[in-house]
């Protein structure tokens, strides 16, 4: 792996770039910059979740049609991925972090004047290519932020910004929605923005291109056994995720009989969980990236399949809920460190690859979970998303090579 790495690294002409290689030593400063910019980033992916109902109101369409809003932020964000990371090969890192900060906030501002669904969909549209953006870049630039054995460490910060964003998110939608309108919710969004930009122009150092990837470096990095274990795993861990995630509450109403309060209480449990997950992944990361990452599916199986055998238990069901997003938190972090250790000489491409494959599973997920819920129920998605992170987890675990990485 080693040797195959180093020699495909040469045959490019384009060499690894240095760890924490601004500074000399950490720059955590620049690390939470793009903390706080994801935590923007994912509020906003988010904040169409718990606004449906007045956007669809306002603008005289169905719930169902808002809804595309989420849609195309995920399509656009697969395919911004690779395609930021190949167009923008030649321009100094930071200036695509601060145009890609730019993009989000301006991306709220024109949600909240949109007059119609289409001007929802342009600016959903400009979200998502910052958000596939962002997290492409997000791995190679903590590479470059801080020392080699820090990397996992400020990865679980940036992942704070998600963990945060996913557990803020639903809550500050429903409480400014109410207060002073959705297009007040989004207008707050990108004042989010705005002080993430502003941090990220004080603190993100030059960082000028050292890598020149194509269309064929994506092609260099599936022919790698790693990545191409690593992209399984998420497709299955993440489909499963999602599927089940998605009808959380239908499961929560049918089998616990949980009221509105209850299922709340619930999700918070979920979104606390995740926290603490994504802490825990980093810190496992930095020993072995495969393990935490193997550990995070079979966690995520162990609760979803315990909440399908044994959810009707309020206590069961809320304390199952908190393994889950316990499981889901560590889960991101370890791989995409496990991603970045297998490919640190194109860990901008191989972070593309990873958010495009962590789309595709979005979607996926989806289809898989509308076709069970309609046939078999809200516990038939619970039952995929057991079965699908526990082949997920052991397919990481069977099939990766122990401590398997290229040079950093």
Not at 39 to 67: M, N, Q, R, Y
Not at 116 to 128: D, F, K, Q, T
Not at 182 to 208: H, Y
Not at 332 to 341: A, L, V, Y
Request: aromatic fraction near 8%; charged fraction near 10%; proline fraction near 5%.
């Amino acid at each position: 792996m080693s040797d195959t790495s180093s020699a495909e690294a040469t045959s490019t002409g384009w060499s690894m770039p240095a760890a924490g290689e601004a500074h000399g030593k950490a720059a955590w400063n620049a690390v939470i910059s793009l903390s706080l910019g994801v935590f923007g980033l994912v509020t906003a992916e988010f904040l169409p979740a718990s606004l449906l109902t007045p956007i669809a109101h306002d603008l005289k369409i169905s719930a169902g049609t808002a809804g595309q809003a989420v849609t195309m932020t995920a399509v656009f964000a697969a395919v911004a991925g690779p395609a930021l990371v190949i167009g923008t090969a030649r321009i100094d890192r930071r200036m695509v972090v601060w145009s890609l900060s730019l993009l989000l906030v301006l991306s709220d501002l024109l949600a909240a004047v949109a007059s119609n669904l289409w001007v929802l969909l342009a600016a959903r549209v400009g979200l998502g290519i910052a958000l596939g953006g962002i997290w492409s870049l997000a791995a190679a630039l903590c590479l470059r932020l801080v020392p080699a054995a820090l990397m996992p460490r400020a990865m679980s910060i940036v992942f704070t910004g998600m963990t945060a964003a996913s557990v803020c998110a639903p809550a500050l939608g429903v409480f400014i929605g109410g207060l002073w309108g959705w297009r007040a919710t989004f207008l707050v969004a990108s004042g989010i923005g705005m002080l993430a930009l502003l941090f990220q122009v004080i603190t993100l150092p030059r960082m000028p291109p050292v890598d020149a990837p194509g269309l064929g470096t994506f092609a260099l990095l599936l022919r790698r056994p790693s990545i191409r274990i690593g992209l399984i795993t998420v497709i299955l861990v993440m489909s499963g995720h999602f599927a089940g995630f998605t009808y959380v509450r239908p499961f929560m109403e049918q089998v616990p009989r949980l009221d509105v309060r209850m299922i709340s209480l619930v999700l918070l449990a979920l979104g606390v969980g995740g926290f603490f997950g994504n802490l825990a992944g980093g810190m496992v990361s930095g020993r072995s990236a495969r393990l935490a990452s193997g550990l995070a599916g079979l966690i995520l199986a162990a609760a979803t399949l315990t909440l399908l055998v044994y959810g009707a238990s309020t206590t069961v069901a809320v304390v199952a809920t908190a393994a889950w997003g316990f499981g889901f938190g560590a889960f991101p972090i370890s791989i995409q460190t496990w991603t970045t250790q297998a490919a640190p000489d194109h860990a901008e491409s191989a972070g593309a690859l990873l958010v495009s494959t962590f789309q595709v599973a979005i979607a996926v997920g989806a289809v898989a979970g509308g076709l069970l819920v309609d046939d078999l129920g809200a516990p038939g998605v619970i039952g995929y998303c057991g079965l699908a992170t526990l082949v997920g987890g052991l397919t990481m675990l069977a099939l990766a090579r122990p401590g398997s990485r290229a040079p950093v």
